[in-house]
């Protein structure tokens, strides 16, 4: 038996487990072992931060869904956060989540807090518009009720923030079940308006425009505060105002 050749066999071997066991740790979630680009900041399934990759800062952003109930809130916050599609209809009194996302190379920690629909937790509003920075006001297309629904607490926000500026989006759930619909698109581009917010039909079911409505948001801020710290800008070690250092 050749011993020489079989050792060079068994030391190619373990050189090749070697090389492939790093570049498993570096593609790979060490939490949920979800896939991701190399070199990557967060994981793009369950948020966990890659200690392998250096991220100088990163902004963190408060987010509130709110709306009158069985519009599609928690579906659609869930479908953003983990992929998933909620089908039974389990009312909420108030479910906090967190979303780490990279929009236009910045690291962006959203924390977004889906909220009650029922009349019954109203007194939990004056909170949630007091200490959001953006606000996803959610309506039905199968209930023109539900787009009247949103006066109010429209109302109620630029009330607590003493200015009508503020980050909204205007969303219309359920556009997969156009032969329900109750609500022009027409009209509830008319209400936008009235808003002076962006206005997107989305379905959580569909997974149509889910990303969208949280990226719409993420924008206005920007707009708002000014743009957070550049790519180049935190390799020289800068900070920015509007981000929260992790």
Request: hydrophobic share 30%; charged share 30%; glycine share 6%.
């Amino acid at each position: 038996m050749n011993f020489k050749g079989y050792d060079q066999a068994n030391t190619l071997t373990v050189r090749l487990r070697a090389f492939f066991f790093k570049r498993y740790k570096m593609s790979r979630c060490p939490r949920c072992k979800c896939k991701n680009p190399e070199n990557y900041n967060f994981c793009s399934q369950c948020g966990q931060k890659n200690e392998e990759t250096k991220v100088a800062s990163s902004c963190t952003y408060h987010l509130v869904v709110m709306g009158s109930g069985g519009v599609g809130k928690s579906a659609i916050t869930i479908r953003f956060v983990n992929r998933q599609f909620e089908a039974k209809y389990d009312p909420t009194i108030e479910d906090r989540y967190q979303k780490v996302i990279e929009r236009e190379g910045v690291p962006c920690v959203l924390e977004i807090l889906d909220t009650a629909g029922q009349e019954t937790f109203s007194a939990m509003r004056e909170l949630y518009m007091k200490n959001g920075e953006g606000f996803v006001l959610v309506f039905s297309i199968t209930s023109k009720r539900s787009l009247d629904d949103l006066d109010p607490i429209r109302s109620g926000i630029v009330r607590h923030k003493a200015t009508d500026e503020v980050p909204i989006v205007l969303v219309g759930n359920k556009c997969d079940m156009t032969k329900k619909r109750e609500v022009d698109q027409k009209d509830a581009k008319e209400v936008a308006k009235s808003f002076k917010c962006p206005f997107i039909e989305s379905s959580a079911k569909a997974d149509v425009n889910i990303n969208e409505i949280f990226n719409s948001l993420i924008d206005q801020i920007w707009q708002k505060h000014g743009p957070p710290i550049s790519s180049s800008d935190r390799r020289k070690g800068s900070r920015s105002e509007n981000c929260a250092i992790l």
